[in-house]
């Protein structure tokens, strides 16, 4: 199975920079899931286009605060299942898990936060770590087999 995940940084301004040729490119050349984040967008404010892809299903979990955050995952097969978050509104509020269960396995398309150079928000990024670890031994336990995909937010520098 072919899957893409790539941060655009803003789904609308994506799409003014060709976002939807280079998805049927890629849905051309066999993708069958294409993961999102940061998208900074509710769906009400998005075209048909990129909101549902050619012979793609869409889920989206965006932030509850305008023009910020936010996943969205397309895949050529329906779910099984689809959850917005995690079950910790501190962090479901933000729009940065969005689960999909297929034959198979569970995917998880995660935007983790981002602590500021300042490191204002190391505190919320190491809470959210903790909470995203937490959930992913709870399906790990459940005998899921997880695909955890995404931007991560973490460099050494």
Not at 68 to 78: D, H
Not at 128 to 151: P, S, T, W, Y
């Amino acid at each position: 199975m072919k899957l893409l995940t790539w941060n655009v940084n803003g789904i609308r301004a994506a799409g003014r920079g060709g976002f939807s040729n280079w998805f049927a490119a890629q849905a051309d050349s066999g993708a069958e899931v294409v993961c999102v984040q940061e998208i900074k967008a509710t769906p009400d404010q998005l075209d048909e286009g990129l909101l549902h892809p050619s012979g793609f299903h869409s889920f989206w979990h965006p932030a509850e605060k305008p023009g910020y955050s936010g996943v969205a995952t397309f895949s050529r097969t329906e779910p099984l299942s689809v959850t917005q978050g995690i079950g910790i509104p501190e962090i479901d509020r933000e729009g940065r898990v969005l689960q999909t269960e297929f034959e198979g396995f569970v995917l998880l398309n995660a935007y983790f936060p981002n602590s500021q150079r300042d490191h204002a928000r190391l505190g919320y990024k190491l809470e959210f770590c903790e909470a995203m670890l937490a959930h992913l031994e709870g399906l790990r336990r459940k005998g899921k087999n997880l695909v955890l995909c995404g931007d991560f937010n973490i460099a050494h520098r």
